[in-house]
């Protein structure tokens, strides 16, 4: 694994800053109770603007696997996420993202072997209890529904970004982006037709708010997403989106008048702690692998090959076998 730059760093980073607005816009400016028909008003036109800019069509496995990454990515996940989003406060809808960094490096450790550094997992843990400190203090009762919604929208995206991590598509990340939403789109249709009926009126600001999440929160913010998830390991990745409740909170607070006190502060501040103690960890653990191994009686940087290794020539017959 290659070290960690800061610039790979800022633009995943993007990804969660520009969903942490998901909340307050659908709050704000989209029609009421139509998380179906919003969810394929993000993902379906931004899909196929970026397909046709692509122009390339999965093949072979790809055609399965890209569905199944656009039903775990898109259609599951974002049909959950609007769910959440219109029955609970944009910064406790937020704060139950943040979760996804612990189901994240757990699945990462079952599927790919991907073992997380301890480090990482203390900050992970780290940023929960800021999660769990925004938890409590959210002022009334939680909403059953929305808070089911946000627990399954977590798994439902931790297993896509495990499998994305895991089947490498051999695409930039513009095609697979695309792939996924245009898959998850299209799956969305019919399901948003036969549960919600023919679409509502569009206004201005709804208008404006889908144009956000289609343009910025969607096709910018997923490639931004999956260019960190091929540079960082998947809990690192996941670790960046703890960005996505503070933003969350923050709007929330700032702009729709919620709550936000010193204990909103210092929840903030843990979720923030998390995200960088988590990226160094991973960061210095690449490092150290990357490292060469020093011979006895020499530098470091004049360490020699490993010559009892058998030539590649000599191995062919057991690779040919697997």
């Known amino acids: ?82 769910l959440a989003a219109y029955r609970l406060p944009g910064g406790l809808a937020a704060t139950l993202q943040a979760t996804l960094p612990l189901a994240v490096m757990a699945l990462a450790y079952v599927a790919l072997g991907e073992r997380a550094p301890g480090r990482a997992v203390v900050a992970a843990l780290v940023g929960l209890g800021g999660v769990g400190l925004l938890v409590l203090g959210s ?70 708010g889908y144009l956000w999440l289609g343009g910025v929160g969607t096709a910018v913010a997923y490639v931004c997403w999956f260019r960190g998830l091929t540079r960082m390991s998947a809990g690192a990745t996941a670790l960046v989106g703890l960005l996505n409740p ?19 502060g210092l929840a903030v501040a843990l979720v923030l702690g998390g995200v960088l103690g988590g990226v160094t960890a991973s960061q210095q653990r690449s490092t150290r692998r990357a490292r060469p191994v020093p011979v006895a009686g020499r530098p470091a940087h004049h360490a020699q090959p490993d010559r009892t290794a058998q030539p590649e020539r000599l191995r062919e017959p057991a690779l040919s076998r697997s």
């Not at 993902?43 to 890209?66: E, I, S, V, Y």
């Not at 946000?150 to 931790?158: E, K, M, N, Q």
């Not at 896509?160 to 695409?171: D, H, N, S």
């Open 139 to 208: 002022p009334g009762g939680l909403d059953a529904l929305g808070l089911a919604a946000g627990v399954a929208s977590v798994a439902v995206a931790a297993t896509g970004l495990v499998l994305t991590k895991r089947w490498r598509a051999p695409v930039d990340m513009l095609t697979l982006v695309s792939w996924q939403l245009v898959a998850g789109g299209l799956l969305l249709v019919p399901v948003a037709l036969l549960v919600e009926g023919a679409p509502p009126a569009i206004d201005a600001p709804a208008a404006l």
């Open 1 to 82: 694994m290659e070290s960690i730059s800061a610039r790979t760093v800022a633009l995943t980073a993007v990804a969660p800053i520009a969903w942490g607005t998901t909340y307050l816009t659908t709050e704000a400016l989209l029609p009421p109770d139509r998380p179906l028909f919003s969810a394929v008003v993000r993902a379906l036109p931004a899909g196929l603007l970026l397909l046709a800019f692509a122009r390339r069509l999965p093949r072979g496995a790809w055609w399965w696997k890209a569905g199944a990454l656009g039903l775990c990515n898109i259609g599951l996940f974002f049909p959950l996420l609007f």
């Open 246 to 264: 503070v933003v969350g909170t923050a709007l929330g607070a700032l702009v729709a008048g919620e709550a936000f006190g010193p204990l909103q």
